[in-house]
């Protein structure tokens, strides 16, 4: 019998296993996945020649077991082990309306390859349900959570810079990374053409300088690699693997069983009090049973309602703590992709950097914030940077020999690109369910998923474009190309909402302390709980809200009324 | 390796990771590098040494070392059977095959029997030739603008070309010698002054 059992030890899970050790209770963290150990499990060391074919993974294999996945950006030979096989992990999406679920099941989860940056929402971001009526209204505001985003950042180390803005507050940050020569000249072009637009550097959780407590967990500063992806042996990010799980050990509170596949939670139906998690063997398929006095879900959003879903009994045949209706309903993802590339002739000819920093711009929203929109309401953010190019010279441009290489040793213009994060709003019809006839090799039902952008969403990509063309343009560049729609959804591997917080149990899951309304001991603090998906990139949100509730458990606990 | 004092950082513990990273390091290096027989390669003599005469056409010995220093016809061999689906396989085969077919029609002879000049001769406007630019097949959307999808008249030869390059400059003949390759540098200097004497780092990752 554990005090606390945390399913996921991914970026929410590593958190909450963490808040809740440090307060003594004793924590089992139940992962689907396979151990890996930091450091020994990655492929950070290797050089570039050392990498097997060009670091590319077989066509064949990914064809065969990669079709989800390859789409994601950061799906190379270095960081194969780290993406399912979308071949062993099946689900179905509606003809045409594709969902790109990107996935990692490993002791750390995505924690691993995630790209760090760390935005908090904003007052506004808290409101928006309530004042423009989509979704239902955040259960809690910005000062609740202010705090606990304090909290975390210390924690895991997020470089950033203070910029006094409403809409993206300030938090506790380590130094910031520099801007380029170029970035600097974009900075100052687009701040004086419009006014109420900022350019910042983006503030990652990568350590620019290690600070003490980071050192006692055996990290240190980042190295400017880039290339994060791979696991960083320097532990210089923030992961489940390099920091959270670190400080939940050294407790001596911390249990992990991996390879257990979480099937269902088991509710006490006079009570209403969870009991227990049944799990199955992922590799001798055998079923068993752990037993605490609280649980919380960090499976990630879309893994979290499925475990509450496939928890249906007699008195609740729509899944656990499901009176709402609303488990699994309500899935966002961030618009992605809306990418626009121009190239910056006057920029200084004699100027470069050295290193390659793990983060770029980032450019805080400004749409129904200090501009108005064209008829859509929320809006966008983007991320993006100001490169020169040159290395390794494009096969595509005519040449050979010596021409190459001396095409290879010049340096090429700075290049700007600005990709949006588009808001999305919740939408009841965008929602996973249990597939009503297919299991997967645990014989669990496998989801059905269904999700579209809608008309805001399509409003928003529009003016999204259009502005950053107009801010290239305002910076003296050229736009070379821009992307036309935005990526599937998925793509952004940001979603959540399926599980929503909310005050009203008849149309909410949590209440305003990540707390079931129909379970008390089970709390859930993924993605799952948003109300809203801001444009900002969700993990921190996810983090200071794992170590709220873990805070709040113990109370309660400790005051016996849980 | 490049270090910088001015890290704080606890520089023991991170001199003792470095070590580890070397000692992890020796491993595959020398599981990489060893060299395929012609009874483990994939392609037959014949086509092997034609890719060998493209791809050292293509990157030369010059005031650098080339794609042959670099081990590239090796590299290429071993993706063909390890990387390669049996399309591209096709299609970087038949691009190989053009090349010999242009040799024979303007020289009397294959490509590989060529000299170095007469190989620059027949390979330059294949080349100019083979990566004119077309549209994208049809149904297929244009490719999203960080993409590297480029759709030209060969493609088979454009993947080649590719490839010689990938190999050559992330090679560690070339990583030394031509474009410099730092694999921790260590700190981001945000400015640095270009003298005629500077040139590119090559990059990895997205930054």
Redesign the interface.
């Known amino acids: 019998m554990f005090d606390a059992i945390v399913i996921g030890s991914g970026m929410s899970g590593g958190i909450s296993a963490k808040e809740l050790c440090e307060r003594g209770l004793k924590v089992l963290v139940i992962e689907r996945g396979r151990k890996i150990e930091h450091?020994a499990d990655y492929m950070d060391?290797?050089?570039?020649?050392?990498l097997?074919?060009?670091n590319?993974i077989?066509?064949?294999e990914l064809?065969a077991d990669y079709a989800i996945q390859r789409q994601c950006?950061a799906v190379n030979a270095a960081t194969k082990k780290f993406w399912v096989k979308d071949s062993e992990h099946p689900y179905t999406t509606p003809e045409g309306k594709p969902f790109a679920w990107i996935r990692g099941y490993h002791l750390g989860g995505r924690s691993i390859m995630w790209g760090r940056q760390s935005y908090r929402l904003s007052e506004m971001d808290f409101e928006a349900n309530a004042k423009d009526g989509h979704g239902c209204d955040w259960p809690i505001r910005y000062a609740d959570l202010a705090p606990w985003y304090d909290h975390v950042e210390t924690f895991i180390g997020v470089a950033g810079s203070k910029e006094g803005l409403p809409q993206l507050p300030d938090g506790a940050f380590i130094p910031p990374?520099?801007?380029?020569?170029g970035e600097k000249l974009f900075k100052a072009s687009v701040e004086a053409k419009f006014p109420g637009r900022k350019v910042i550097i983006g503030r990652s959780a990568n350590l620019s300088?290690?600070q003490p407590h980071h050192?006692e967990l055996?990290r240190?500063?980042c190295?400017?690699?880039?290339?994060?992806?791979r696991g960083c042996?320097?532990g210089a990010n923030h992961t489940s693997l390099s920091s959270s799980l670190p400080a939940a050990e050294r407790t001596g509170n911390l249990t992990i069983v991996t390879d257990a596949i979480v099937d269902s939670l088991v509710q006490d139906p006079r009570t209403g009090r969870i009991t227990a998690v049944k799990v199955v063997d992922a590799r001798t398929m055998v079923g068993r049973t752990y037993e605490a006095k609280v649980f919380f879900l960090n499976a990630s959003a879309i893994a979290s309602a499925q475990i509450l879903l496939n928890s249906a009994n007699e008195a609740n045949p729509r899944g656990l703590c499901n009176k709402s209706d609303q488990v699994g309903r309500n899935l966002m993802d961030h618009m992605y992709?809306l990418?626009?590339?121009g190239i910056m002739p006057s920029y200084p000819?004699?100027?470069?950097?050295?290193?390659?920093?793990?983060?770029?711009l980032y450019i805080p929203r400004f749409r129904n914030v200090t501009e108005d929109a064209e008829g859509y309401v929320r809006g966008y953010g983007y991320q993006g940077?100001v490169?020169?190019r040159?290395?390794?010279?494009d096969?595509?441009?005519?040449?050979?020999?010596?021409e190459?290489?001396e095409r290879?040793?010049?340096?090429?213009p700075w290049m700007t690109?600005i990709?949006g994060f588009g808001e999305m709003l919740p939408n009841p019809d965008n929602r996973v369910t249990l597939h009503d006839a297919r299991k997967d090799k645990w014989g669990l039902p496998i989801l059905h998923i269904d999700c579209a952008q809608g008309p805001n969403e399509a409003g928003m990509a529009r003016q999204l474009l259009a502005d950053g063309k107009a801010m290239i343009e305002a910076a003296g560049g050229t736009v070379?190309?821009?992307?036309?729609e935005a990526?599937v959804p998925g793509l952004g591997i940001h979603e959540m909402g399926t599980a929503r917080m909310g005050r009203d149990p008849l149309t909410s899951v949590f209440n305003g302390w990540n707390q079931a309304h129909e379970a008390s001991n089970l709390f859930c603090t993924d993605g799952a709980a948003m109300a809203s998906s801001g444009c900002q990139n969700p993990s921190l949100t996810y983090m200071a809200l794992s170590a709220r509730a873990a805070d709040h458990a113990v109370k309660l606990l400790k005051e016996g009324r849980l | 390796m490049i270090m910088d004092a001015s890290?704080?950082?606890?520089r023991r513990?991170?001199m003792q990771?470095i070590g580890?990273?070397l000692g992890?390091?020796a491993l595959?290096?020398e599981a990489?590098a060893a060299p395929a027989t012609e009874a483990t390669r994939f392609l037959a003599a014949p086509r092997f040494e034609l890719l060998g005469a493209v791809a050292d056409?293509?990157?030369?010995a010059?005031d650098?070392p080339g794609a042959l220093a670099a081990g590239v016809p090796a590299?290429i061999d071993?993706?063909l059977s390890?990387?390669?689906?049996p399309k591209?396989r096709t299609m970087i085969v038949e691009a190989l095959n053009r090349i010999d077919v242009a040799a024979k029609a303007e020289k009397g002879r294959g490509f590989a029997a060529l000299t170095a000049a007469e190989r620059?001769a027949v390979?330059?406007p294949h080349?100019?030739a083979a990566?004119q630019?077309v549209a994208p097949p049809a149904g297929v959307p244009?490719p999203?603008?960080?993409s590297s999808i480029?759709y030209?008249a060969d493609q088979g030869y454009?993947k080649l070309?590719?490839?010689?390059?990938?190999?050559y400059?992330?090679?560690?003949v070339a990583?030394s010698t031509?474009?410099i390759?730092?694999?921790?540098?260590?700190?981001?200097?945000?400015?640095?002054?270009?003298t005629p004497q500077?040139?590119?780092?090559?990059?990895?990752?997205?930054?």
């Open positions: 450091g060391t290797q050089m570039p020649w050392e097997p074919d060009n590319m077989p066509e064949a064809d950006y990374f520099e801007m380029n020569d300088v290690a050192e055996g240190s500063s190295q400017n690699r880039s290339i994060c992806e042996s320097f992709a990418t626009t590339v000819a004699d100027s470069y950097y050295r290193g390659r920093r793990p983060t770029g940077g490169m020169r040159g290395g390794k010279p096969a595509a441009t005519p040449g050979l020999g010596q190459i290489k290879g040793r010049k340096f090429g690109f990709s070379i190309a821009q992307a036309n990526g | 890290l704080a950082m606890n513990a991170l990771r580890l990273l992890a390091t595959p290096i990489f056409t293509i990157i030369p010059t650098t590299r071993g993706m390890n990387w390669a689906a591209t620059d390979l330059r080349d100019l990566l630019k244009a999203h603008p960080m480029t030209v454009f070309k590719d490839l010689v390059l990938a190999l400059y992330f090679s560690e990583t031509e474009l390759y730092e694999h921790v540098p260590g700190k981001f200097e945000p400015s640095i002054k270009l500077s040139r590119p780092y090559l990059g990895v990752g997205p930054f």
